[in-house]
């Protein structure tokens, strides 16, 4: 076997720039889960809906995201549109739109399960308390459905969090970014890849903890 | 019929956790003879039942079948349980019908019947399709053998499953409660076919809840009360002559059941 | 945009002219996917039984082994498995440091599923199987496996899209598959927003010929209804 030498002194140099790393990382993820939340409700209740001229390109939009490899999708945006002369936005920007469309399709498929398996008696209960049609949504059916879709939500949130990683292809610094910058300069290979698993992980697994106990909060409603 | 019982129970316990459910059981079921088990939920009668097959592991006492152990070898006065290969073996001399029926879904009648003669008794495909094809005609089910479980009623899938169970051969054939997953417009079709099977002399060791059926087909009924056996005896004795006021009590519940068939 | 004339500039022309590098490049995604579902399927059905039946020690190890891969971005995993490899001095290109990293993720995913549907299989089947005198492995042979596989199937060809999807990844270490084979094209001709959605269109088609035989399967298993 080969032997190696490990040198931690690597990460501790750059632990400044791999904590900023992560933290923008997040961030991107937890933007983009925001911006994907709004598209992906306005996307499940066009979907519900029994027009077909607003139901069908949101199918088509979904089915488009989901046999769409990110990557491809993150290059196309960035690059294919400032061939239409819209060039406003940098990389990063860029990058969170590309993500937020992405998450906005899982999103309404997330929303779309919640809205189906809606029990009935609350509607109907909140009819006969004479709530008007946008007061049973507003006050009842998403407080219900936010609470029945959490977990999947959570689940959503920590996909996004690990595609952050793709953002390195665009030079955007994330960790990904950083840590392939580091592994050039250093060629630490084990050190950076490890810390960096290590980092992805933990981060994935807190925010599972975390979100668990949101959701042990909420669990009043089964 | 020869002097040893084909299956001989002695002192079996069986706890969950801290709840003994069997608290010592002794039973015998002897060649050709149709034993039932009765009592209360909760008596302990399916968890004897299951012991019998090996589902579950009796904590002490001996099941014996054919004077043979069943589960464990005492070596050095220690029980030792047997390799999964034996106790398969014990399993394939004993078989047994679910309540649940437990066909498996994803083959045919006939497949279902096949699977343990091609698979356990290693014969072959075509003696096993027409083994299958004569019990499947048995309970009168010739017609359905290339129907999937979820094309098949309640009654016509537990018939299957005895006729699955049957085909093995078995020297001990156990029903558990086997028509109480039926709508009772079916119960008598399985009922029919059990009568049938104990006629022909099959030996057989039933739970089940159809007193009419345990009165008139059994030649010995055993009372389950508590996880202890209270009254044992031939069908006219404990249906007629109950000596405590718990099997009295448990048959004034079917009393109305008795009450127009009686002569 | 979109220009199908034959002159040179043109889409139509550079099309044409770059037909080849097109179809090298859909080969090697075709190739490192359908590598990657094979492994990770075998793989990660063998981990799936360990990981429903195995010794506590065994299904200790698989546990931490799939919740790590599953918390780990599978960019990072091929990168990693690309230069850490090359650090110890095995010699492999990168298509099969990315397909190895592949296949790890998806076995971990493949085994968490089919651990799944081993245990949405009623109790009473495992019985039934040992009543009628089947031993262990006859019985999850026979009775578990045919029924878990059933189900695991819709989530299993989710498995297989995500895997298409993630051998675009391979590109960020060299890999030419049909994503890098495009931009190395667009880089020629400038014709970036033709090109990527042709290159859009050729992984819709993969993955509807993916989900079609899917659902193809899944009428085969059609009997097995509940």
């Not at chain 2, 002097?3 to 459910?21: H, I, M, N, T, W």
């Not at chain 3, 880089?187 to 090109?195: C, E, G, K, Q, S």
Request: with cysteine; charged share 15%.
């Amino acid at each position: 076997m080969i032997q190696y030498y490990f040198d931690w002194s690597v990460i501790t140099r750059n632990a400044g720039a791999l904590g900023e790393a992560l933290l923008l990382g997040l961030g991107l993820a937890l933007v983009s889960l925001a911006i994907g939340t709004v598209i992906g409700l306005a996307a499940a209740y066009a979907r519900l809906s029994c027009r077909p001229w607003l139901s069908w390109p949101v199918w088509a939009y979904v089915e488009f995201i989901r046999c769409m490899p990110l990557l491809l999708l993150i290059f196309f945006v960035y690059f294919g549109l400032p061939e239409f002369n819209i060039s406003w936005f940098d990389k990063t920007q860029s990058f969170i739109l590309t993500l937020s469309l992405y998450a906005g399709a899982y999103m309404s498929e997330v929303f779309r399960a919640g809205l189906g398996s809606m029990p009935k008696q609350y509607v109907e209960a909140a009819k006969a308390i004479g709530l008007r049609p946008w007061q049973r949504q507003r006050y009842v059916v998403l407080p219900v459905m936010f609470r029945i879709t959490l977990p999947a939500i959570s689940n959503n949130l920590i996909s996004l969090f690990k595609d952050t990683s793709l953002a390195a292809a665009i030079a955007v610094p994330e960790l990904t970014f950083v840590a392939r910058r580091i592994n050039a300069d250093t060629f630490r290979v084990m050190e950076v890849w490890l810390s960096v698993s290590a980092l992805y992980l933990i981060t994935a697994y807190t925010i599972a903890t975390l979100l668990r106990l949101v959701e042990r909060r909420y669990a009043s409603i089964r | 019929m020869s002097d040893q019982p084909l299956l001989r129970a002695q002192g079996v316990r069986k706890s969950f956790g801290s709840v003994e459910v069997l608290k010592g059981i002794d039973l015998e079921v002897r060649q050709g003879q149709v034993v039932s088990l009765i009592g209360a939920s909760g008596s302990g009668k399916t968890t004897f039942l299951r012991c019998v097959n090996l589902l579950e592991e009796h904590d002490a006492g001996d099941i014996l079948l054919d004077g043979e152990p069943i589960g464990y070898r005492v070596e050095n006065g220690r029980r030792r349980r047997l390799s999964e290969t034996r106790v398969s073996a014990q399993r394939a001399r004993i078989g047994m019908v679910f309540q649940q029926f437990n066909l498996f879904p994803h083959l045919t009648a006939e497949e279902n019947v096949m699977l343990g003669l091609t698979k356990v008794l290693g014969k072959g495909k075509a003696e096993a399709r027409e083994i299958a094809g004569h019990w499947l005609g048995r309970v009168g089910l010739e017609a359905r053998r290339a129907h999937y479980p979820y094309q098949l009623s309640g009654g016509q899938q537990q018939r299957v499953a005895i006729a699955r169970a049957v085909a093995m051969e078995p020297r001990l054939l156990l029903f558990d409660e086997v028509t109480s997953a039926l709508d009772p417009e079916l119960v008598a079709e399985v009922l029919g076919v059990m009568q049938q099977l104990a006629g022909s002399g099959m030996t057989m060791l039933v739970v089940s809840h159809e007193m009419l059926f345990v009165r008139d087909v059994s030649h010995h009924v055993v009372f389950m009360d508590g996880g202890r056996v209270a009254q044992a005896g031939p069908p006219a004795e404990v249906f007629d002559r109950p000596d405590s006021d718990r099997l009295r009590g448990f048959l004034g519940r079917f009393h109305g059941m008795f009450g127009g068939v009686r002569h | 945009m979109l220009d199908f004339s034959m002159t040179p500039g043109a889409f139509g022309f550079e099309a044409w002219q770059s037909r080849w590098s097109i179809l090298s490049g859909v080969g090697v995604t075709v190739a490192s996917s359908g590598l990657t579902i094979v492994i990770a399927t075998v793989l990660g059905i063998l981990f799936g039984i360990a990981l429903s039946y195995g010794w506590w020690w065994l299904r200790l190890a698989i546990r931490l082994y799939v919740d790590v891969m599953r918390g780990i971005p599978v960019l990072v995993l091929i990168l990693f498995t690309y230069y850490g490899l090359a650090l110890f001095g095995i010699n492999v290109p990168a298509f099969w440091a990315g397909v190895i990293a592949l296949s790890g993720f998806a076995t971990a995913h493949i085994a968490e599923t089919l651990r799944g549907a081993v245990q949405s299989v009623p109790q009473g089947q495992m019985e039934a199987g040992k009543a009628i005198g089947l031993r262990f492995a006859q019985r999850l042979r026979y009775v578990i496996l045919p029924q878990a596989v059933r189900r695991m199937l819709p989530p299993w060809v989710n498995t297989c899209l995500e895997i298409v999807k993630g051998t675009t990844l391979l590109s960020v270490i060299g890999v030419v598959e049909l994503l890098l084979a495009s931009q190395q094209i667009m880089a020629r001709n400038y014709l970036i927003v033709d090109f990527y959605l042709l290159a859009t269109l050729l992984y819709l088609i993969i993955n509807f010929a993916i989900a079609q035989i899917g659902g193809v399967l899944e009428r085969r298993f059609s009997y097995l209804r509940y």
